[in-house]
C-alpha cells in the first residue's frame, strides 16, 4: 500500500498549518485536530443511526444497496474489488439502523505520482443512501467519517467524482481535474495516418521501420511494468503500480485485448536486457483505456493506435475514443481526423473534485518544487510572494539556495484568495491569468502575477481509464 515514509511525512503538522487552522471550516478543522476515529459513531434524532466500518457479512447487503441505488457496480465487478490485494473490508462505512445497512461509502487508499513526489492519497466512491433515509443526515455524516478516516490513515489529498458537485462543494471540496478524451471515425483516423506517412520526409531522418504489433502474452507482464513505470515517473496523476496490483489489474478483465508493439522479430520479452517490447495499448470495445510508448519510439503510438481502428473496423465499431493525458501527441491526430476532443472540467454532469485536509503542510512540502520552477525560469531571485488567503497572511521566500514559507509576513507583491482557489493553484488546476481576469484571485502587482505563473503553474494532470475501468 502506502509507504511508511511518505505516510509518516504526510502527517507532520507545520507551523503554516497552525497559523491557519484558525481560518479553516470546523469540518476541516476538526480533522486537523482529530487524534483518533471513533469506531461506532451515533446520530440521528434519536440516534438511531450509528456508522461503522463494514465487516465481510455486510458485502451482500452492501451490494444490494448499490445496485438499488446507484444501479452499479455488476456482481462481477464488486468481487474484483475485494480481491485488489490493498482492499479491506473496513475501507467501506455503512450507516445502519438496527442491523440493517441503509448508507454506504468506500474509500481506497493508494499512492500516485505529482511531478518528483509519490503522495498517499484516497479516493472516495460510492456514496449512497437508501431514499426513504435521503433527509436524516447520513450522507453528511458518512462523508464526514470518510473525511476522518483519510486523514487519520496520513492522507492529505482526498479524490471523488460525482454528478452532484454541489453536496460536496457545500462541504469544502473543489474542482480540480479535467476529462481528456478524443473521439474521431476509426476508418477518418486511418486515413489521416496514411496521409502522414505518405508525406515527404527529412531525407536526413533515419527512416521509421514497422514495428510488430501483436497481442500482449501473460508472461510479458513485466514488460508492461517497466513500460508503465518508466514514462510515469515525472508525470501527475497517474498511480503507483505495485506487482500485485498490475497482477490484479490484469485479472479482472476490465478490457478486451492488450496490444504490444515490438522493435524487432517477435518474440516473448522474458529478459528485461533485451526490451523489444516499446509500447502497449489496453483496449476495451473501441475505447484504448491506456497506451503507453518508450520516449525514443514515439512512432509506436501511432501504430498502435492503426492497430486499434483496424480492429474497431471488422468488429463494425465506427469510432474509436482515446482516454489519455492532455499533452499526449495523438489528441491532435483525433483532432486533424475530424474527431472531438474533450478537455473540460465535466463530461457527461460528471466533475472530478478534490480535498486538501491540510493545505499549508502540502504547500511547505511543495517548496523544493517551487524552487526548481523559480530557477528554471530564471525568477530574478532573491523573490518574495506574498499569500493572503482568507485574511491570513504568508509569503513565499525564494533565495538563491533556499526556499521559505513565513507565516504574517505578505509584503509588496502578493495575491489573495480563498482555500478553494489555494487548493486549485497547488495541485496545478488552475489557471493563473484566467483567474486574476475573473477575479477569482486578486493580485497587487504585475509581478505577482508573474511569479504566481511561474511557481504553481497549470499542470496535465490525469489518472489513466485503466485503474478505474469497471468490469
Known amino acids: ?74 456482481s462481477s465487478e464488486f468481487q474484483a474489488q475485494h480481491e485488489d490485494p490493498f482492499y479491506e473490508p473496513s475501507d467501506r462505512l455503512v450507516v445502519k439502523r438496527d442491523e440493517q445497512v441503509v448508507a454506504h461509502s468506500r474509500v481506497w487508499n493508494r499512492e500516485l505520482h505529482f511531478g518528483q513526489r509519490i ?49 460536496f462543494a457545500d462541504r469544502g471540496w473543489v474542482r480540480c481535474g479535467r476529462h481528456s478524451h478524443s473521439i474521431a471515425g476509426a476508418r477518418d483516423i486511418l486515413s489521416r495516418l496514411q496521409e502522414r506517412q505518405a508525406s515527404p520526409r527529412d531525407p536526413l531522418s ?11 502474452r501473460h508472461v510479458e507482464q513485466a514488460a508492461l511494468m517497466r513500460l508503465y513505470e518508466e514514462c510515469t515517473g515525472d508525470t501527475y496523476g497517474p498511480l503507483v503500480r505495485t506487482e500485485p496490483y498490475w497482477r490484479w489489474l490484469i485479472s479482472r478483465r476490465a478490457y478486451d485485448r492488450i496490444y504490444v508493439a515490438i522493435d524487432g522479430p517477435d518474440k516473448l520479452e522474458l529478459n528485461d536486457k533485451l ?44 469510432y474509436v475514443r482515446l482516454d489519455a493525458a492532455p499533452d499526449f501527441p495523438l489528441h491532435d491526430t483525433f483532432a486533424a481526423a475530424g474527431g472531438r476532443r474533450c478537455n473540460s472540467e465535466v463530461d457527461n454532469s460528471e466533475v472530478m473534485m478534490t480535498k486538501l485536509f491540510d493545505p499549508m503542510s502540502f504547500l511547505e512540502d511543495s517548496l523544493a518544487e517551487i524552487h526548481r520552477r523559480a530557477k528554471a525560469a530564471k525568477l530574478a531571485l532573491p523573490f518574495d510572494l506574498g499569500l493572503l488567503i482568507d485574511d491570513e497572511r504568508f509569503a513565499i521566500s525564494v533565495r538563491q539556495r533556499s526556499v521559505k514559507l513565513l507565516p504574517g509576513k505578505l509584503g509588496r507583491s502578493y495575491f489573495e484568495c480563498g482555500l478553494r482557489e489555494l487548493t486549485q493553484m ?46
Not at 533515419?206 to 500482449?216: A, D, G, H
Not at 491569468?433 to 505577482?448: M, Q
Open 119 to 167: 503522495l498517499p492519497v484516497s479516493t472516495l466512491s460510492d456514496l449512497a443512501v437508501l431514499p426513504e433515509y435521503r433527509n436524516e443526515g447520513c450522507a453528511s455524516e458518512l462523508l464526514r467519517a470518510a473525511e476522518q478516516t483519510m486523514f487519520a490513515g496520513g492522507t492529505k489529498i482526498g479524490f471523488l467524482r460525482t454528478q452532484n458537485s454541489e453536496f
Open 275 to 318: 526490451t523489444p517490447i516499446v509500447g502497449y495499448a489496453v483496449m476495451h470495445e473501441g475505447q484504448i483505456l491506456e497506451l503507453v510508448t518508450t520516449p525514443d519510439h514515439p512512432d509506436a503510438a501511432e501504430q498502435l493506435l492503426a492497430r486499434a481502428c483496424g480492429d474497431a473496423i471488422e468488429h463494425d465499431l465506427h
Open 1 to 74: 500500500m502506502t509507504s511508511t515514509a511518505v505516510r509518516s511525512e504526510s502527517n507532520k503538522r507545520s507551523p503554516a498549518s497552525n497559523h491557519l487552522a484558525g481560518t479553516l471550516s470546523p469540518m476541516s478543522a476538526s480533522l486537523l485536530n482529530a487524534d483518533s476515529f471513533p469506531l461506532d459513531r451515533r446520530f440521528g434524532t434519536d440516534r438511531e443511526f450509528r456508522i461503522v466500518p463494514a465487516r465481510p457479512g455486510d458485502h451482500h447487503a452492501i451490494h444490494c444497496l448499490l445496485v438499488s441505488t446507484l444501479h452499479r457496480p455488476s
Open 426 to 471: 497547488l495541485l496545478g488546476h488552475l489557471d493563473i491569468e484566467e483567474s486574476v481576469e475573473s477575479e477569482a484571485i486578486r493580485a497587487s502587482t504585475r509581478t505577482a502575477i508573474d511569479a504566481a505563473r511561474v511557481l504553481f503553474p497549470r499542470l496535465p494532470i490525469w489518472r489513466p481509464a485503466f485503474d478505474s475501468m469497471p468490469a
Open 206 to 216: 533515419p527512416p521509421v521501420e514497422p514495428l510488430n504489433i501483436r497481442m500482449w
